[in-house]
């Protein structure tokens, strides 16, 4: 795993479902004044995607359990917002190999409000317009927030 900032707020360690088992890796929280800092590293990403783009995102669900992670629920919106604008949407995944790493700078929500949820991957890219959650696909993986 690369290196990273020294003491996350909350991880989410990431395992895929039945269908894609290989992948795994970590999402990193890291509260900052007026904003969270969020970064991870997966591997094992499938490579039948041909855009390499997978939809990345925070849902409201506390587990990753059921078929498909169907208990991780919708995107984490505690403002009821439409979509890409959910405080869970996150920007996409891109692969590189088989893996993706990704950081970014986010004041949609606190790690505190976040911490008992979970990170899921889709298994296609979102498009950032259909509604309610940007029509990415199957879930892939999961992480719950510790």
Known sequence: MRTHIAGADAVACMKGGTEVPSIRGEVRFYQRRGFVFVEGEIFGL???NPSGFFGLHIHEGCC?????????GGHYNPDGR??????????????CGDGAYFALRTDRFCVK???????????????FTSQPAGNSGKKIACGVIC
């Open 46 to 48: 499938p490579k039948d």
């Open 82 to 95: 439409s979509h890409p604008c959910h405080a869970g949407d996150l920007p996409p995944l891109l692969r």
């Open 64 to 72: 990753c359990v059921g078929e498909n992670f169907s208990e991780t």
């Open 113 to 127: 409000d976040v911490i008992g949820r979970t990170v899921v991957i889709h298994g296609a890219p979102d498009d």
